[in-house]
């Protein structure tokens, strides 16, 4: 994920009486639009696995969550009991063996009375009234402990829904299970093991699993479901940062998560949270294939949050990507192959796209791409290669797709709707692999959803060089938020779709075939937002110093100066270690985001001027603008992406251009911020300037296809304004419309209008059907909206 959001204000000029128009040239179909538009992405974050989509009930199953009881509650009912966990020990005087080399802890009840064992599961297990669940466990038993143990599933309030036995414990590792069947429905039951006896009870992979699942393949079959009708073309898997790893302990390795799901090594999620790895690279692909998505799988790069594998260290990486795509793709004679046959999927899941690395760039980077890439080509020539465009991209082997992510606020979407007009039909196809409004959208709200859409008109058009896009991050288990803004959101028993949601499904359920000419005239533009507020210095996993920082208006009034003879009290940071000596501010910390922010947030027109050096780490010199708050990143950067590019971004745009910077060199800086263009200078030259002056983007975004199968024109109509606007259609050289055809709208009273958990479908699209004549249809399309418009064509007389 990138962790970064940017503020602004957009302003509509008011509305004119006279009547926007919208014209499609239905007759001269402009370019194919790829199967592969609309799919989705899918991250271990937020619980989306485990707690989520992964439907095992019972938390820390395998105890290895923790050295201690982890999310378990253990009662000494009567008598002298205890419970600890353990770590396997074949050598001790009383041996205690593991239940498998890769699952080393376990639970040891020493037992002497009455006991209770307790697990609450992810905020409650959702238990349904007549369905069945499976329970099991494995466990072996010595000094003497032969009771069996009662198996419940208790509502909220204390009554039993479901009850069974385990009997017959033997003293060697073995698995034991009973079925149940749910008397009543509660979201908030829990699971109870209870048992009285004497001697010594081991326990592991403690599970409660329902014994239904979506399509018999192990998933949940509400979530599944939601996440199935998106229509996604792709899945994108398994992250994401969760890809990366923070290092190299915690990175992701696929083949950790095949096979036995007791042989599968759990792993700390850098969102938080243990993975039980229960959702695993074989699930994913059967995801996908369930779905009748085509898989995108995403590879490590041997690059860690913090580290890097040494070039001389990659063979495992390389290997393991060639062996990725043997498992997926193999015969049932390969080596990985023979694997995936073992484990259930005879014929090949046809893998067609690798993606190498997430969000990674920079020498470190290409260098693992040309590495990684011309392995893969060599022994697979018909895999899809994508690559991170990560303030560049790399050039050794070309890759046959590039990787942009993009957050930003609702008006940043809506103003760079045509953001893809002009890119370059020579070089590599975009994967738009991540993007969301994750600002001024409150919990996500319709406005965010409409510059969602307002973007997603402008990718549709340009399919000719976008070929994929993902929203992320998809799926959030509402008790555990470890990012803002998430398109389903979910609790034990119940979810619900940002507005967001429907926006993905609309455009995927009404993608067309052929891409189709359009020309918006409206009668309002967007004016050019800029914001205001005050300025900052930072870095990002580097050390850097300051000083000399002066910040003076267009008139010449000095509005902040600064000589760093005493600390920065005043400042408002966002992590580092910074401190002040001999007139020099130092930020000294090699970590992520460490920022300082001075002046006032009502400042709007400046320019900054200093000096500054980077002392050492990845990336360079951060110099901020127009910021509200700690959270935002409008910026100048010079030496981001690992010392490759100059990074700016003023509120509107974002653009990086190849450049570097020395260490321990000072350079003289200057940052002008005049209305909405922002210039940076470096030792007197001018390096990069932004702006924002464009008349082009109108308050309705709008696309059109044609489908081939249904001979349905489809026309996606965004207003992104406050007020409806009247609009004429007009359908240039259409000869067969039948005239009839619907409208599918998506909008609400407020655009600040949310779906909740208690208020699932408070937004969500309402359909009507729709009568014209002729060629020309009059609508007006309502603030903040986004309309579907299919309409109907007569059969072709010459077929």
Request: hydrophobic residues 35%.
């Amino acid at each position: 994920m990138l962790f970064f959001v940017i503020v602004t204000i957009v302003h509509a000029q008011s509305h004119k009486a006279n009547i926007s128009k919208i014209t499609v040239d239905v007759n001269k179909p402009v370019h194919k639009i790829p199967s592969s538009l609309f799919g989705i992405f899918f991250e271990d974050i937020n619980h989306s696995t485990d707690g989520g989509i992964y439907p095992e009930l019972v938390r820390n199953r395998s105890f290895e969550d923790a050295d201690t009881l982890q999310n378990w509650k253990f009662t000494n009912q009567h008598g002298k009991n205890s419970a600890s966990i353990t770590d396997a020990n074949i050598y001790a005087d009383k041996p205690v063996p593991p239940l498998n080399v890769y699952n080393r802890k376990l639970l040891s009840i020493k037992a002497d009375g009455a006991f209770k064992l307790e697990n609450d599961g992810y905020w409650g297990m959702n238990i349904e009234k007549g369905s069945a669940y499976t329970f099991q466990l494995a466990a072996f038993c010595n000094d003497g402990f032969n009771s069996s143990l009662k198996i419940s599933i208790v509502s909220s309030n204390g009554n039993k829904l479901a009850s069974g036995e385990v009997k017959g414990i033997e003293g060697n590792w073995k698995y034991y299970s009973t079925n149940l069947s749910a008397s009543e429905s509660d979201a908030n039951a829990h699971l109870e093991i209870t048992s009285e006896g004497k001697g010594s009870l081991y326990m592991d992979m403690v599970s409660l699993m329902p014994s239904q699942t979506w399509k018999n393949h192990g998933l949940s079959s509400n979530l599944a479901e939601a996440v199935n009708a998106l229509h996604p073309k792709f899945l994108r898997f398994p992250g994401g940062c969760w890809v990366e790893g923070d290092d190299f302990k915690h990175m992701f390795h696929w083949k950790n998560t095949i096979g036995n799901i007791d042989a599968r090594t759990a792993l700390w999620n850098i969102w938080g949270y243990n993975a039980t790895q229960g959702m695993g690279y074989h699930e994913y692909l059967q995801l996908a294939e369930d779905m009748g998505a085509e898989p995108l799988f995403c590879i490590s790069a041997g690059i860690s949050h913090k580290e890097i594998v040494p070039m001389d260290q990659m063979g495992q990486w390389v290997q393991d990507a060639l062996d990725a795509i043997e498992y997926a793709n193999g015969s049932e004679n390969s080596v990985w192959g023979s694997f995936r046959v073992k484990n259930g999927h005879p014929k090949p899941f046809n893998l067609k796209y690798i993606e190498i690395g997430n969000e990674n760039g920079g020498d470190a980077y290409n260098e693992r791409w040309t590495l990684i890439a011309k392995a893969i080509q060599s022994k697979y020539p018909d895999i899809k290669l994508i690559a991170n465009d990560w303030g560049g991209y790399p050039k050794d082997p070309i890759p046959l797709i590039k990787d942009e992510h993009y957050y930003n606020v609702p008006d940043w979407f809506i103003w760079n709707a045509n953001k893809f007009d002009n890119y370059d039909r020579k070089g590599p196809k975009i994967f738009v692999g991540e993007y969301a409004v994750t600002g001024e959208t409150g919990n996500g709200n319709l406005r965010g959803a409409i510059g969602e859409a307002a973007w997603m008109t402008g990718l549709e058009r340009n399919s000719d060089v976008v070929e994929m896009a993902a929203y992320a991050p998809l799926l959030c288990n509402a008790n555990h938020k470890a990012w803002p803004i998430n398109l389903i959101n979910f609790d034990s028993k119940r979810w619900y779709g940002l507005p967001s949601y429907y926006v993905q499904q609309l455009f995927a359920e009404n993608m067309g075939t052929v891409s189709l000419p359009i020309n918006v005239e409206v009668a309002s533009v967007i004016k050019a937002p800029y914001s205001e507020g005050c300025i900052g210095l930072g870095t990002w996993s580097n050390s850097a110093e300051f000083k000399d920082l002066k910040v003076v208006s267009p008139k010449g009034k000095i509005l902040y100066q600064a000589d760093f003879t005493k600390d920065i009290a005043d400042w408002r940071k966002t992590g580092g270690e910074w401190s002040v000596k001999d007139g020099v501010l130092r930020q000294s910390a090699i970590a992520p985001n460490t920022t300082a922010f001075v002046g006032d947030v009502s400042w709007t027109d400046y320019t900054i001027t200093l000096k500054a050096r980077k002392i050492s780490g990845d990336n360079g010199i951060q110099i901020y603008f127009r910021n509200k708050n700690n959270d935002q990143r409008l910026r100048w950067e010079a030496g981001g992406s690992g010392n490759t590019a100059f990074m700016m971004d003023n509120g509107i745009f974002s653009k990086n251009i190849p450049g570097s910077i020395e260490a321990n060199r000072w350079y003289d800086i200057k940052v002008e911020v005049i209305g909405s263009t922002v210039k940076a200078y470096l030792d007197g030259k001018l390096v990069q300037e932004l702006s924002g002056d464009n008349t082009n983007t109108k308050v309705l975004c709008a696309s059109a296809t044609n489908d081939e199968l249904s001979g349905d024109i489809i026309l996606k109509v965004v207003n992104t304004s406050a007020e409806s606007v009247k609009t004429q259609v007009n359908l240039s050289g259409a000869g067969n419309l039948s005239g009839n055809g619907k409208a599918i709208v998506l909008t609400s009273a407020s655009p600040l209008d949310e779906n909740t958990l208690d208020t699932p479908t408070k937004v969500i699209p309402q359909t009507e059907t729709i009568a014209f004549t002729g060629d020309k249809i009059i609508r007006s399309f309502p603030g903040n909206s986004l309309t579907v418009l299919r309409l109907k064509t007569l059969p072709n007389k010459n077929n």
